[in-house]
């Protein structure tokens, strides 16, 4: 109930928003669609949505707070994908797995319908290497050794970036930043079948209570098939910022997030929420630091002995550099973490450059301090621009070690000695805090071929793993980590415009191995026909609309109950329609989840996901 009054702050502030008057822009930008419908990637922007902005701003001053450097680079080559505000809205993506499972490689893992876990992976990376960064914030495990991403909203999120790399997946996000002095607010709404229901609702004001305020709701339901695993996930969000110019600022950030389930293999219901303190300044010219402190809870509001003693706290603290010039930048940031199963500390070094007609590179150095031990892996990338105007070249290296916790929480426990007595007699209980380290090596070496419109890529892939961890969710938990081995195989990606149609485009991606691994099936593809036009002499008019498929061959998962081995869920396909119209800044959208209704469509044994899902509704960003 302490997400009440927010809930009820939020619709009084959009409401108020909706009736002091929208001032719609004149225009609406042609190039900012979604990464599949991308005729060429381009690098997420640092402003409340170009889709929304007026041609002319008000005359008033307001502040961002100053940002760090990092990498620009963005493609196929080096290995990271980029949505700014407006393609993370044309994606229809509900939450931020769905947003991402467009990349190629990506594989979703679900533990069933909304309210359930949820995660990704790519290169059978589990623990401890699949991140989550929030405005240079790292967003924690709280339930295992990965960040369950059904807790993880997009409201008030404005661009994701996703570094996909063979030892470790990294997705970084940026919440709103300003670009005009006059309130915003964007409204998001659908249902569908299952008496499925989607509301994502943001509002910001740069100039509000002395500093800036901006606050989210969002929240997705479903009844399941048949009305038998009702689900849902709700969250709220609230930042307060303080600014002295945009030469520094105060950012104080509140986020909450509820999943709930009737599936008995997990907690009824679970609660994570977030507080954080971030401090920001340019230094030097060039130069910009940050520092922060992070508090993170998680509760299970569940009676049943196997979720007695599961919740408890994370901190962090940290501090952060960057340096940028024309055509180079660098970075550190030093970590300081408090809880089980997590590093005491971590230190990152970044260093990279370039340009795009010559290329560019980047080099990482990842410290971890653990109990008892210090791993330390490096990284090296780099892509050449294209030679002879049509190749080019790209190339990565990666070494060392790695560590994962495989455990929940557990750091609350029982006071009532009726529930003590009952947790000291069960079997089920999963195991108290643990961490596993691991190496790792991978390579990465292709070149990619760029003509009239026309893109095709190819990569070679080695991997070599001492061992392999879960990803300490509730779909694997208590499942020890797996003799590791090397692994080889390829991927490649291509675009093919349509020729005598203008916007019409033929979309895929395959990855295939030698032989599969924990969490990576031996064949992954995605295929789809794309059209993306803009019509009348503003582009005021807008149509996407894809036809796609998406499957993965047999996959090996672990199983609570499997004692650690891996199981297998069959061959998974699913066929997909995704349409958006954009009249100004109005949205309309349907999705179409399997159109093939294949019944057996399952990323863990016996979690059979829903045989088709269509949601339809409309997304509407204004300013006042």
């Not at 980047?362 to 090296?380: C, I, N, Q, Y």
């Not at 426990?413 to 596993?436: E, I, K, N, R, Y």
């Not at 419109?453 to 080695?462: D, I, K, R």
């Amino acid at each position: 109930m302490r997400g009440v009054p927010l809930l009820a702050v939020a619709g009084l502030l959009i409401a108020v928003t909706a009736a002091a008057g929208q001032v719609p822009p004149d225009s609406m930008r042609a190039d900012t669609i979604p990464p599949r419908l991308r005729k060429d990637t381009v690098p997420g922007k640092d402003t409340v949505p170009a889709a929304a902005k007026p041609t002319t701003l008000a005359d008033t001053a307001f502040y961002n707070l100053p940002s760090l450097a990092r990498s620009r680079a963005v493609g196929w080559g080096p290995g990271m994908w980029a949505w700014d505000h407006d393609a993370i809205m044309a994606s229809g993506a509900t939450n931020l797995a769905e947003l991402v499972a467009t990349v190629p490689g990506i594989v979703t893992l679900q533990g069933g319908d909304y309210g359930t876990p949820l995660a990704v992976t790519a290169f059978g990376v589990a623990a401890g290497r699949v991140r989550v960064i929030r405005d240079g914030i790292e967003v924690l495990p709280l339930e295992g050794g990965v960040t369950d991403l059904g807790k993880v909203g997009l409201a008030g999120v404005q661009e994701v970036r996703l570094e996909r790399q063979p030892g470790e997946l990294v997705i970084r996000l940026r919440s709103i930043r300003y670009s005009d002095a006059r309130p915003y607010s964007l409204v998001e709404a659908g249902t569908g079948d299952f008496n499925t229901n989607l509301l994502r609702a943001t509002f910001a004001d740069p100039r509000a209570l002395g500093g800036s305020v901006a606050l989210a709701l969002e929240r997705v339901d479903t009844r399941g098939p048949g009305g038998a695993e009702p689900g849902s996930t709700s969250g709220s969000w609230l930042r307060y910022q303080l600014h002295h110019g945009d030469a520094a600022g105060l950012a104080v950030d509140y986020r909450r997030t509820k999943a709930t389930t009737q599936v008995t293999d997990y907690a009824a219901s679970s609660t994570r929420t977030d507080w954080s303190v971030r401090g920001s300044a340019r230094l030097l010219k060039g130069l910009s630091g940050d520092a922060y402190w992070g508090h993170s809870t998680h509760k299970v509001d569940d009676s049943r002995t196997a979720y007695l003693t599961e919740g408890g706290t994370v901190s962090q603290t940290g501090v952060g550099a960057s340096w940028q010039h024309p055509g180079l930048f660098a970075r550190a940031d030093w970590r300081r973490f408090g809880g089980g199963g997590l590093p005491k500390t971590r230190l990152d070094l970044t260093a990279g450059g370039g340009e795009a007609r010559l290329g560019g590179f980047s080099a990482e150095l990842h410290r971890e301090t653990w109990p008892g031990t210090t791993t330390l892996a490096k990284r090296v990338r780099a892509w050449s621009g294209p030679l002879a105007g049509v190749v080019s070249l790209f190339g990565s290296w990666e070494s060392g070690s790695y560590g994962g916790r495989t455990g929940p929480l557990e750091d609350v426990f029982p006071t009532d000695s009726a529930q003590a007595a009952q947790v000291a007699a069960a079997d089920t209980l999963p195991p108290g805090p643990l961490f596993h380290v691991t190496n790792r090596t991978a390579t990465r070496v292709g070149a990619q071929l760029s003509w009239r419109g026309v893109m095709l890529s190819a990569a070679h892939l080695s991997l070599k793993a001492d061992s392999l961890l879960p990803l300490g969710l509730a779909m694997d938990r208590g499942t020890a980590p797996l003799p590791g081995g090397r692994r080889t195989g390829w991927e490649a990606v291509a675009t093919l415009p349509v020729p005598f149609l203008d916007g019409l485009s033929i979309q895929g991606s395959y990855q295939q191995w030698d032989t599969a691994w924990s969490y990576m099936p031996k064949r992954i593809y995605d295929g789809a026909v794309v059209y993306h036009n803009t019509f009348l002499p503003t582009g005021d008019l807008e149509l996407w609309t894809t036809v796609g498929v998406r499957g993965h061959d047999p996959m090996q998962v672990r199983v609570e109950t499997g004692g650690g081995t891996l199981a297998s869920v069959p061959f998974y396909q699913s066929w997909y329609f995704h349409l958006q119209v954009r009249v100004v800044t109005v949205r309309a959208f349907i999705d179409w989840e399997n159109l093939s209704i294949r019944r057996d469509l399952q990323d863990f044994p016996g979690r059979v996901l829903p045989m088709t899902r269509a949601t339809y509704g409309i997304r509407w960003n204004l300013w006042n």
